[in-house]
């Protein structure tokens, strides 16, 4: 999901960039001096669980968990993401300084549209319901992620179809596993400390 | 005191969850696969061979070899084969800086520098001045001079190899513990740093609420 330098043309970069500070700005108006111990434990969450490969498919795919970044931050998940696609790039190498970016927009553009999407929807009374809709969170922002790649992948020479085909397929056992990961994180939160979930969505 | 006691559990969870978390991942980490191609390439004889690989050591297969000399020109370009591998004879003999590009917006250059090269590619067509002249005073066969060279070359890479395959394989390590566990800490101490700065607006906003109910 990291896009390496020297991939892309200046004018994606700058667009990733400019997009990329207009979440972080709207996500630190939006987060609560409360919620800050919250952010750092997801972003070392991110930071973390990049190191663990998917071994299915053809090439070097990793957890993401977007996700559920979206869902229990909100908005919050950008400056997240942010900070954690940084370090990825300082201390693993990962993506690149130029690309931070736009590698911020593809992972956190998706988690936002979680939170809208699926915010709610994860309170759910019925637990199965609830449970289904942690999965499609956690599916579907791999997948979207992996589309905004291939977006960006078509200003390269790349057809966006035969990029978002690569993509789609190599992530597909990634979204699998990413849709697991939150269903359970979510039905944990859920015994433990539901007013998490529910007091997030009410504040932004 | 129930009240208290609450939050304080389920934080408490929380932090349980995420140190399970890093208990689970550490042991993976050296086996860590990342999202990152490497390139290396060594020469060997009159033929460099290029290896594409992400970290931990799987295979960058089927991907986009190019080759440029430093004034940027491309001299021939390839793909890797199923073991993420490509050679070539060399093609100039001046740095050569070879850029693999793998699908998803993986890419990666290595340069080979010209000395590594030079000696072995010149020897059979012009050996070096001093062995020329001796080779004239000696009366020996400049053919036996370039064979000579030839073997020294041969046995030279074949007591390298072991060395070259040294060095692919470190290269392959990915992230060590303190880069992780250093990583989070960056993290945690970035967030506190935010903390800190919003808890002193907090109360700077607080005494100035407080001042302007005095007065």
């Not at chain 1, 663990?52 to 090439?59: E, F, L, M, W, Y």
């Not at chain 2, 689970?24 to 290396?40: D, G, I, R």
Request: glycine share 10%; net charge positive; proline share 5%.
């Amino acid at each position: 999901m990291h896009i390496s330098e020297g991939v892309l043309s200046a004018p994606v970069l700058l667009t990733g960039a400019a997009l990329t500070a207009a979440g972080v700005a709207v996500g630190l108006k939006k987060m609560d001096y409360e919620k800050i111990p919250q952010v750092a434990v997801l972003t070392s969450a991110f930071f973390v669980v990049s190191l663990i490969r998917v071994p299915v498919g053809p090439s070097a795919v990793h957890l993401v968990l977007n996700g559920l970044l979206g869902l229990v931050l909100g908005w919050a998940a950008f400056p997240a993401i942010l900070v954690g696609v940084a370090l990825q790039g300082l201390l693993f190498q990962f993506g690149g300084l130029t690309t931070l970016g736009v590698n911020t927009f593809t992972m956190a553009m998706p988690a936002i549209l979680c939170y809208y999407l699926f915010g709610r929807g994860i309170a759910h009374k019925h637990s199965g319901v609830a449970t289904a809709l942690a999965f499609a969170c956690g599916f579907f922002a791999i997948l979207l992620s992996s589309l905004l790649v291939a977006l960006c992948l078509i200003f390269t020479g790349e057809s966006f179809l035969q990029a978002a085909k690569v993509l789609v397929l190599a992530h597909l056992p990634v979204m699998v596993l990413e849709g697991v990961v939150v269903a359970f994180c979510l039905a944990f939160l859920m015994k433990v400390k539901p007013e998490l979930l529910g007091a997030t969505h009410a504040a932004g | 005191m129930l009240l208290d006691r609450k939050p304080r559990r389920s934080w408490g969870a929380t932090l349980t969850v995420l140190a399970l978390g890093i208990i689970v991942a550490l042991p993976m980490v050296s086996q860590v696969w990342a999202h990152k191609v490497n390139v290396f390439a060594w020469v060997e004889g009159d033929t460099v061979f290029v290896e594409g690989y992400f970290p931990g050591g799987k295979k960058s297969q089927d991907s986009l070899v190019e080759v440029f000399n430093p004034a940027g020109t491309k001299l021939l370009e390839g793909r890797t084969n199923e073991k993420g591998e490509f050679s070539f004879k060399i093609p100039e003999r001046t740095d050569l800086k070879i850029v693999l590009t793998a699908s998803m917006g993986h890419k990666n250059d290595f340069i080979v520098p010209a000395r590594d090269f030079v000696e072995v590619g010149s020897s059979p067509s012009s050996p070096p001045q001093s062995f020329a002249v001796s080779a004239k005073d000696s009366s020996a066969h400049p053919t036996d001079l370039s064979q000579l060279e030839g073997m020294i070359d041969r046995a030279l890479d074949r007591k390298l190899a072991p060395v070259i395959k040294l060095i692919r394989d470190t290269r392959k390590e990915g992230p060590t513990i303190t880069e992780i566990v250093g990583g989070i800490g960056y993290i945690f101490g970035l967030f506190g740093l935010v903390m800190y700065l919003k808890s002193r607006n907090k109360k700077r906003r607080q005494e100035s609420g407080d001042r302007s109910l005095e007065g």
